[in-house]
């Protein structure tokens, strides 16, 4: 299993995007939702979470559908 896994720029905003919105969610989950400090530093940590924790299934769904139209192209 040395094949190397190609990471293209859609996988990037996929991240990004999922991560954010999951960010603010775990956020708005312990804190309630406000312009204040805490709350930004929340989203954040929270952001930093999912996309950490989230890269390998975001890679490994986008493997899954490249595999599934080659297999219905051939």
């Given at each position: ?31 309630p939702p406000s ?36 297999e219905k192209a051939?």
């Amino acid at each position: 299993m040395s094949q190397d896994v190609p990471v293209h720029a859609i996988d990037i905003v996929v991240l990004i995007v999922v991560s954010v919105l999951g960010g603010f969610l775990l956020a708005a989950w312990t804190l309630p939702p406000s312009l204040a400090f805490d709350f930004a530093v929340s989203v954040l940590a929270g952001t930093v979470f999912m996309a950490f924790f989230l890269f390998i299934p975001i890679m490994g769904v986008r493997l899954f559908i490249e595999d599934a139209r080659e297999e219905k192209a051939e």
